[in-house]
């Protein structure tokens, strides 16, 4: 008998391809959901839709692509609906009897309805785009409550992104998408970061209530530097490659034979000289044998200017970049997702572009959904901090005590990685360092002033006033005398589920000194 799993799905609506993952509540690993007829690959639906009308049954994934070479395919069969939702600029094919939102609600439907009945889904973690958040975020909530799950949250995609190749909150990283019909590139940063809130799960559904419009919960999206992409993608290069060989055909049986033969040779184990067989079915519908190698793939994504397009593109985004301030420099890294990136051509190409980052490829596909699992272990209630902590310390350079934020206003808690700070003497042959505690009292604002009886704005920006604690501070004894400047102590600072700020001392030797509770914080 089959063993249950009961724990988290995380589902990736992508425009080319959607990621089922699940994490069961017990284990730190990922599965990738496998369903018969719809999966093409564990974890990988085609974003495809069969809809003839509500007397007829329904198909998505791989049984709807199946469909897409007959005849009335223009009505029933729809596809690159997912970027169109939250956007209403661009118009979908006008034969296709559902429009993007019909279609995606569809498809959504269907696919909860098939995962297999040994996933016991405790908590469904949605993502989002961040260029049509808004909208998008709006129909997920309408198409949420008919799911019977208790919990569903949501996290955008360049964060889940992120966090499923562990870099740190903050990050600005650019991401290189080539999917089955679009390339996107873009630039965002990460929240969090330098004393600032990371990025957190909004929720929409807690314990089977709607708690979208009264959480305080919201999600913190990735902010976008620069964005830029087009209609190009590895569908495409399929076609390029049958083209290649047999000029204006268009049969599906021959793109997906140049699709099989396409990824195979995007493997680097693949020798770039060997030859494989490609049989196509000519316009007599007579079957001759081709042969491709990585050379002459490249060759014909080259002489199709991929890489002039790619070049472009990329140009764009940079200068887009430089309008915000962020230079190449500026990048933690470079992450590749999707199928096409994982061409060794289009790999070399933008490690010679930005040679000086990281290049990081997760595997392309499942990396959002995975990421999106990593964000939501135990993804909760949490509570969010209304005035900010902080701790004061000496400015040597300027020889006077200044206040260093620990936890800011709008970071939720109880916290779940604790902000790590390193003490140094104040001043020659120190014992004794005192902690002391202040909260932001006065959040910074403007002020208002009246003009012969007109409300207007002051010019000046009023400063943020902390206010030290009236708790007796916490004075911690060092051993050995410390000269000034020198790093002597570490400081591990928590917020408890009761509110209690705790510290964790150590030695700059790592030797535990004791954990204290420096108060609450009400």
Known sequence: ??????G???????????????????????????????????????????????????????????????????SFFHSNFKRLIGKSIEKINQKNILNPYECGEKFFQILWANIPHKYEIKRLVLTAPIDTYKGYREWLVNLCGAISVDEIALVDEPTAASLGIN??????????????STVDMNIVKIEGGEGKSGPIAELLKFKGNDVSSISKQKIRCAEIIGKTGSKIGGKDFDQWIVNYFIPGNNYVSNLLKAESLKCKLSS?????????????????????????????????LIENNLLNHLNSLLKD??????????????????????????????????????????????PPVESIALGALAMTPGVKIKDILNKGLSIRLFNKREQKHFWHPIFCRGQTWPTENPFKLILQASHEKQKIFEIIIGETQKERSYDVIFENGLPKLSEVQSEEEIIKWEKKPLKIVLENESNFGEDNLKLFFKITKSADLLVNC?????????????????
Not at 1 to 6: G, K, R, V, Y
Not at 167 to 173: D, T
Not at 274 to 281: A, E, R, S, T
């Open 1 to 6: 008998m089959e063993e249950n799993l009961s």
């Open 8 to 74: 988290t799905l995380a589902i990736d609506l992508g425009n080319t391809n959607t990621v089922i993952a699940f994490q069961d509540q017990k284990d730190i690993n990922s599965v990738l959901v496998e369903i018969p007829n719809i999966t093409s690959s564990p974890g990988v639906v085609p974003t495809a839709l069969w809809f003839e009308g509500p007397s007829k049954i329904p198909k998505i994934g791989n049984s709807a692509l199946k469909m897409k070479n007959n005849s009335n395919a223009d």
């Open 167 to 180: 870099l740190p909150f903050g990050s600005k990283i650019m991401t290189l998408d080539i999917g089955g």
């Open 268 to 300: 680097s184990a693949i020798k770039y000289e060997n030859k494989y067989p490609l049989k196509l079915f000519t316009e007599q519908n007579q079957e001759k044998e081709f042969y491709l190698s990585k050379e002459i793939f490249e060759k014909i």
């Open 317 to 362: 985004l940079l200068n887009q970049a430089r309008g915000k301030f962020c230079t190449v420099d500026d990048l933690n890294s470079i992450v590749l997702v999707g199928g096409g990136t994982q061409i060794p051509l289009i790999k070399e190409w933008i490690t010679k572009k930005i040679s000086k980052i990281q290049i990081k490829s997760p």
């Open 506 to 522: 150590f030695d700059i030797k790592d030797e535990f000194l004791g954990e204290y509770n420096l108060g609450n914080i009400f």
